[in-house]
């Protein structure tokens, strides 16, 4: 196995290159999530896992496999086990919303395990089978109007990845050199996340908005106090990394900041990107291989797509990082570092 850094990014990015499953145990893939952690993006070139169920395996190694919107709705309803009966109880827009999901979900059995295909292939009524349809994404987190978020995403390739790139930016070094003045403002900034159909996706065709809005407003995931008159979820712009990092999440639901009008807010983030959005940040990775695995950090780097997403397919997972940090919070300040423990403990046992 040989690490070597990725070009751009700041001072983070990791290339790993003839990794062998065979050789692998759980010590060296523990080491190998610490290294992860310490630079945010890591790119496992050409990995071998032979199926769905192997990248899974490894994966929940580093931590649980987790995605919100369900878990919400498990607490919502009180659901201790997935049934028919139970989905028959539901309010017709969540049945609608888990019926979607069941769609996406890449295991032989069709049992929710929080394996979502990344594709614009569609079932033969039209239906799509995964997240993100077609087209570029614009540069993003996930999970941005979520109090409790999950602080890591991994993408497999599979198939005809080859014309299309997944970007990186990483938001550290940026942060860091700013004046002590201006990172104070940035601290205090508490964001109004709003989502708005077609943002991330503009021009994707299929887009499949009804699923990715629960990654913006999720029934209780939010803060306990909010000040804006029509219930959007509130965050501080800045966050922590797993590893401790100090970075600024932003992407396309970033509204408005509490305090300023939307004009001045939209005028604040824009300026924040001319910004942030240099060479020296960013890594566009040009897929060489179908079966490139991507992990990637989700509080304080943006990713997005371009190319040709026609027949395109990838499997995606969010994860926890629980395993190799257990007491992980992003936040700062109160409310938001209090409320994101209750949170996260009100779901932990669902």
Known sequence: MKLSKIP????????????KIEDLN?????????????????????????????????????GNPIYLPM???????????????QLMRMEKKDRDYINDVRRMVASEDGK????????????????????????????????????????????????????????FLTTVDWYEEQSESFRKELDDTIVIHKFFNQKVDPDGKGYNDTVVSRNVYCDDNIVSKLNNKEGLPE???VRKSVYGYTGIHLG???YQIVGLTVKESQKFF????????????????????????????????????????????AF???????????????YIQDPYKSDFKRIKDSYANI
């Open 235 to 237: 965050i501080p712009l």
């Open 112 to 167: 929710f395990n929080s394996v979502l295909r990344v594709t614009e292939n569609k079932t033969p009524d039209n239906k799509p089978m995964g997240l993100f349809g077609s087209g570029d994404l614009e540069w993003h987190c996930n999970d941005s109007g979520l109090l409790y978020s999950v602080p890591g995403i991994s993408l497999l390739g599979h198939q005809n990845m080859t014309n299309s790139s997944t970007g």
């Open 71 to 85: 878990i919400a709705l498990k607490k919502k309803y009180n659901i201790k086990k997935w049934s028919a009966i």
């Open 252 to 254: 396309p639901s970033c």
């Open 316 to 330: 995606r997972i969010p994860n926890d990082y629980s395993t190799l940090r257990e007491d992980y919070n992003p």
């Open 26 to 62: 759980n010590d060296r893939w523990l080491l190998l999530g610490e290294e992860h952690l310490k630079n945010l993006v890591t790119i496992i070139r050409n990995v071998d896992f032979k199926d769905v169920g192997v990248y899974r395996k490894w994966m929940k190694k580093w």
């Open 270 to 313: 824009e300026s924040i990107r001319k910004s942030l959005f240099q060479e020296k940040y960013i890594y566009k990775h040009k897929y060489k291989n179908d079966n490139d695995l991507l992990i990637f950090d989700n509080t304080i780097t943006l990713h997005n797509r371009e190319g040709e997403t026609k027949d395109r397919l």
């Open 8 to 19: 751009g990014l700041g001072r983070f990015g990791l290339f790993v290159d003839d990794l």
